[in-house]
């Protein structure tokens, strides 16, 4: 039963552009939204999140879309930069569960 | 220091061996977790404490068995595992479980290897 979905495991983009990672939800329950990084041999690292009242939100070159009706949500880089690339990780959170999708390899090349 | 600390980061261990992962929050924080990694896999939630209290048990089989002697330390004792449990082990805190708003801070995991 996977909850959150994404269904590109890798991505790569060319420095200077945008990347676009994407996350498909099924429960509707869930109501804050969030993306963690993860480089190797570390831990995830939470990068930004949003509330299921808001549609957009932006930190930096960071956004975060969020699409109610299609339970759809993305993360915007730009521009993309080397040391971004990383493994993405979207999560849904609702109240005591919070659930992980597999993950977008993301490769930023110079 | 980071605040979310695992040993050991790597571990090799027989089906037949017992070992143990601990995990170490200096963040102040009421509620830990421990979550599994595997290939290509999402991350899958194991076992939720709460100011030390077990609130969440993902039907994890027995051959792991949590320990939270208090807030800021959590263990993840491990015997007669399977080759198939082989993963990245992750534990994770937040000021506490109950609010959605919050978000998790994740230890550097601890990569076990069962032979």
């Known amino acids: ?110 | 220091e980071t605040g979310v600390t695992q040993t050991p980061r790597h571990l090799v261990m027989g089906m037949t061996n017992k070992k143990s992962l601990k995990c170490e929050q200096h963040l102040g924080h009421n509620a830990m977790y421990w979550y599994k990694q595997s290939a290509k896999k999402p991350l899958e939630l194991m076992f939720v404490y709460n100011f030390k209290e077990q609130t969440e048990n993902n039907s994890v089989p027995s051959r792991f068995s949590p320990e939270c002697p208090n807030s800021s330390h959590l263990f993840l004792h491990l015997h007669t595992l399977q080759p198939e449990d082989s993963a990245l082990y992750l534990c994770a805190s937040s000021p506490s479980t109950g609010a959605n708003t919050g978000e998790l801070f994740f230890g550097e995991g601890s990569r076990l290897t069962v032979l």
């Open chain 1, 1 to 110: 039963d996977q909850q959150v979905k994404q269904n590109s495991p890798s991505l790569s983009v060319q420095e200077g552009r945008i990347s676009i990672l994407n996350c498909d939800y099924t429960n509707s329950m869930f109501d804050y939204f969030l993306w963690y990084k993860k480089y190797p041999a570390e831990g995830p690292t939470f990068l930004i999140s949003i509330s299921s009242i808001k549609d957009k939100n932006e930190d930096g070159r960071f956004t975060v879309f969020l699409n109610k009706s299609a339970k759809h949500l993305s993360l915007h880089i730009v521009p993309s930069q080397p040391g971004d690339s990383a493994v993405y990780f979207c999560a849904a959170s609702a109240i005591n569960d919070m659930r992980f999708g597999a993950g977008t390899r993301l490769t930023v090349k110079p």
